[in-house]
């Protein structure tokens, strides 16, 4: 049985952790490190998973999965660097950090997979994009698709891709509660209590990607089939349309890709010439 070892139970971390769980993973197959000695013992009374140093961990499983924040990485490099035996699979999920990081500061060879995934792994709906290292097998990637297959969706991009994912899927959850909230608001506006209001849309949304994933439509047709001649909802489009909406989508979209782009660029400043 493959041992997995999650570096940093924090929100994502211990989502996959209990994701791994659910998806029939026994506890002694899965270890965790934490930095606070009362946050590790409220996950080992939950999952009844043991918690281990980062050298324990690195040494004894075979696959690491990487979940600190980006800004707390490169201590945590510097420990498991000396710790971490050759044929290891480390699995970053952090954003924005290139593989070339981790291959240029752990063991020679050592197999990177990058992920990108977004908060619904909290409720294991995560949409998650991965891309192999210089070292990653196929196999390996096959490893990363099972595991977090346990916590949502997963595909493969290639690497350059990753910074338009984080603008698509990474970000595109805060896009939809930005659009659900301005969607409660006019119904605030058209005197609607506003419990009701969320209701009515949240279950409006949960619907609607129900239709676009299970039903298998095309937004296109999905959207035309309840746009009626001279009907409600082409009234609403027409305004959705004047604001320049889809356009404003599209840029911000554009925009969160650049800030990607600007914030890996960190990483690379300190390659080696
Ligand atoms: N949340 C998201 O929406 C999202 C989406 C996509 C990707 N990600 C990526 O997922 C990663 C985790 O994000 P998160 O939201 O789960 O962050 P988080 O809740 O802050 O979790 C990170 C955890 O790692 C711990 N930690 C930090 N350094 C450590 C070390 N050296 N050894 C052991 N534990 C350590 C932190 O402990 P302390 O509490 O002591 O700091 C914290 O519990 C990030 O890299 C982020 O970029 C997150």
């Given at each position: 049985?493959t041992t997995i070892a999650v570096l940093g139970a924090g929100k994502i971390g211990e989502s996959l952790l209990s994701g791994l769980l659910?998806?029939?993973r026994?506890p002694?197959d899965l270890l965790f490190t934490e930095?606070?000695?009362?946050r590790a013992?409220?996950l080992t009374?939950?999952y009844?998973i043991t918690h281990a140093?980062v050298?324990?961990a690195v040494?004894s499983a075979d696959v690491i999965v990487v979940a600190v924040?980006?800004?707390?990485?490169?201590?945590l490099?510097?420990?498991m660097?000396?710790?971490?035996?050759?044929?290891?699979l480390v699995v970053s999920l952090c954003?924005?950090?290139?593989?070339?990081?981790?291959?240029?500061?752990?063991?020679?060879?050592?197999?990177?997979?990058?992920v990108?995934p977004?908060?619904?792994m909290?409720?294991?709906?995560?949409?998650?994009?991965?891309?192999?290292?210089?070292?990653?097998?196929?196999?390996?990637?096959?490893?990363?698709?099972?595991l977090l297959?346990s916590v949502?969706?997963?595909?493969?991009?290639?690497?350059?891709?990753?910074?338009?994912?984080?603008?698509?899927?990474?970000?595109?959850?805060?896009?939809?509660?930005?659009?659900?909230?301005?969607?409660?608001?006019?119904?605030?506006?058209?005197?609607?209590?506003?419990?009701?209001?969320?209701?009515?849309?949240?279950?409006?949304?949960?619907?609607?990607?129900?239709?676009?994933?299970?039903?298998?439509?095309?937004?296109?047709?999905?959207?035309?089939?309840?746009?009626?001649?001279?009907?409600?909802?082409?009234?609403?489009?027409?305004?959705?349309?004047?604001?320049?909406?889809?356009?404003?989508?599209?840029?911000?979209?554009?925009?969160?890709?650049?800030?990607?782009?600007?914030?890996?660029?960190?990483?690379?400043?300190?390659?080696?010439?």
């Open positions: 049985m659910k998806a029939g026994a002694s930095r606070f000695p009362t013992a409220e009374k939950t009844g140093d050298a324990d040494q924040k980006p800004q707390d990485i490169e201590p490099l510097d420990e660097a000396p710790n971490l035996p050759s044929g290891k954003a924005g950090l290139p593989t070339k990081l981790f291959e240029r500061r752990l063991p020679e060879s050592t197999a990177v997979v990058r990108m977004n908060t619904p909290l409720v294991g709906e995560a949409m998650s994009a991965i891309s192999g290292g210089a070292h990653a097998s196929d196999a390996d990637l096959a490893l990363v698709e099972e297959g949502g969706m997963v595909v493969r991009v290639p690497e350059s891709q990753q910074d338009a994912v984080t603008a698509l899927s990474g970000s595109g959850p805060a896009y939809f509660f930005y659009l659900v909230e301005a969607m409660i608001d006019a119904g605030i506006l058209l005197g609607i209590p506003r419990a009701t209001a969320a209701d009515l849309i949240v279950q409006s949304a949960v619907g609607a990607a129900a239709m676009l994933r299970e039903g298998g439509g095309h937004p296109v047709m999905l959207r035309e089939a309840v746009t009626s001649p001279a009907g409600t909802t082409i009234a609403g489009i027409r305004e959705l349309e004047k604001h320049g909406v889809r356009a404003a989508l599209i840029d911000a979209i554009e925009a969160a890709r650049d800030r990607s782009v600007e914030l890996g660029k960190a990483h690379e400043d300190d390659e080696p010439a």
